[in-house]
């Protein structure tokens, strides 16, 4: 696993290493960079793995109010290219050859992933801070805070179309064959068709989504900055459960299925496990000790895996909620 810690560090971690609590590094585990005295810019972002390369980003290295996308050799941790744009919060996506990333300079860029050459770019009206969401029709969908989403040919950066809502957009749609869901800042859900931009249907809930939402057999689930978690039907926008569910505090992290739970982590720090059928509670866990978490957790078949603001990386049985290993980080 590949994460990025707040003491500007990036590792590449082996899980059973530790649960073992073997020091770091085990073999095959490093850090980037490798000096003790060196640090990456801060990054609010998880990298991204595609085949042998990980593609990691930083939102701003030393006084400039610039960001760096780096492309490193997976196994070793070395340095193959990178790209300084502004401020980068959005998260990269590849495919087909090519890396795409949102920046706070209102552009969206497609590189090439071999080299880090800018293939093309395409400018909204304000700073982009959500991934680029690709789709198999070669689309490529770009969510930006001027209020809009825009929908561009992923091989040449053309607009196909573009959909106004009433507020920012700071996450990228899920798709679902030919149909986008996503939040925005005026409070409302929104169902898309992806290849015209026709609106299928908008649900008011009233904060702004800040998430991508999660789309699992047919159901969306999605968390609110006022804290509520909602699941509504995707073909039709109606809500399933009796009522939302309420956390303790804002949920700007994303949502994620482990089995049959459904995993949200809200802001303060607290990780409520839900029956994903009714909202009900199965179980909650709380960061020991308390940090805040805003990135979105990470899972596989049986774990969850948190980052909270508490120099730990944490890993969480899924069944239960409780942790099976932490592993101590320089921040």
Same mark, same amino acid.
């Given at each position: 696993?590949?994460? $990025?810690?707040?003491?500007?560090?990036?590792?590449?971690?082996? !899980?059973?290493?530790?649960?073992?609590?073997?020091?770091?590094?085990? !073999?095959?585990?490093?850090?980037?960079?490798?000096?003790?005295?060196?640090?990456?810019? =801060?990054?609010?972002?998880?990298?991204?793995?595609?085949?042998?390369?990980?593609?990691?980003?930083?939102?701003?290295?030393?006084?400039?109010?610039?960001?760096?996308?780096?492309?490193?050799?997976?196994?070793?941790?070395?340095?193959?290219?990178?790209?300084?744009?502004?401020?980068?919060?959005?998260?990269? =996506?590849?495919?087909?050859?090519?890396?795409?990333?949102?920046?706070?300079?209102?552009? @969206?860029?497609?590189?090439? =992933?071999?080299?880090?050459?800018?293939?093309?770019?395409?400018?909204?009206?304000?700073?982009?801070?959500?991934? $680029? *969401?690709?789709?198999?029709?070669?689309? *490529?969908? $770009?969510? &930006?805070?001027?209020?809009?989403?825009?929908?561009?040919?992923?091989?040449?950066?053309?607009?196909?179309?573009?959909?106004?809502?009433?507020?920012?957009? *700071?996450?990228?749609?899920?798709?679902?064959? &030919?149909?986008?869901?996503?939040?925005? *800042?005026?409070?409302?859900?929104?169902?898309?068709?992806?290849?015209?931009?026709?609106?299928?249907?908008?649900?008011?809930?009233?904060?702004?989504?800040? @998430?991508?939402?999660?789309?699992?057999?047919?159901?969306?689930?999605?968390?609110?900055?006022?804290?509520?978690?909602?699941?509504?039907?995707? &073909?039709?926008?109606?809500? $399933?459960?009796?009522?939302?569910?309420?956390?303790?505090?804002?949920?700007?992290?994303?949502?994620?299925?482990?089995?049959?739970?459904?995993?949200?982590?809200?802001?303060?720090?607290?990780?409520?496990?839900?029956?994903? =059928?009714?909202?009900?509670?199965?179980?909650?866990?709380?960061?020991? !000790?308390?940090?805040?978490?805003?990135? &979105?957790? @990470?899972?596989?078949?049986?774990?969850?895996?948190?980052?909270?603001?508490?120099?730990?990386?944490?890993?969480?049985?899924?069944?239960?909620?409780?942790?099976?290993?932490?592993?101590?980080?320089?921040?």
């Amino acid at each position: 696993m590949f994460v $990025v810690t707040q003491g500007q560090k990036l590792l590449a971690l082996d !899980p059973q290493a530790r649960s073992k609590g073997t020091a770091f590094p085990a !073999p095959g585990e490093w850090q980037y960079p490798a000096e003790t005295d060196r640090r990456l810019g =801060a990054s609010y972002t998880p990298p991204t793995l595609a085949g042998d390369v990980l593609y990691a980003v930083t939102y701003t290295e030393g006084t400039a109010n610039q960001g760096k996308l780096r492309a490193l050799n997976a196994a070793s941790g070395l340095l193959l290219w990178e790209f300084a744009a502004a401020e980068i919060v959005s998260q990269p =996506a590849v495919k087909d050859g090519l890396v795409y990333l949102g920046s706070s300079d209102s552009h @969206a860029y497609a590189l090439d =992933a071999g080299t880090g050459q800018v293939r093309w770019k395409f400018k909204t009206g304000h700073k982009i801070w959500a991934n $680029v *969401a690709l789709d198999d029709s070669r689309s *490529a969908y $770009v969510a &930006s805070l001027d209020h809009k989403l825009y929908a561009l040919n992923a091989a040449d950066g053309t607009q196909q179309w573009t959909f106004p809502t009433g507020g920012a957009l *700071a996450s990228a749609p899920a798709i679902d064959r &030919s149909t986008l869901f996503f939040g925005s *800042a005026d409070g409302r859900l929104y169902a898309v068709n992806a290849r015209s931009g026709e609106k299928q249907w908008e649900l008011n809930l009233g904060a702004w989504l800040w @998430a991508t939402p999660l789309l699992n057999k047919g159901i969306l689930y999605a968390g609110s900055l006022d804290g509520q978690v909602v699941a509504v039907d995707a &073909s039709s926008g109606k809500q $399933v459960w009796d009522q939302p569910y309420r956390t303790d505090g804002p949920v700007s992290a994303a949502a994620l299925m482990v089995g049959d739970i459904l995993v949200v982590a809200a802001q303060s720090g607290k990780v409520y496990g839900l029956d994903p =059928a009714t909202g009900r509670l199965r179980w909650n866990y709380v960061a020991d !000790p308390s940090g805040q978490i805003f990135s &979105s957790p @990470a899972a596989d078949a049986q774990s969850i895996y948190l980052a909270p603001g508490n120099q730990r990386l944490i890993a969480l049985d899924g069944a239960r909620g409780q942790p099976t290993w932490v592993h101590r980080t320089e921040g």
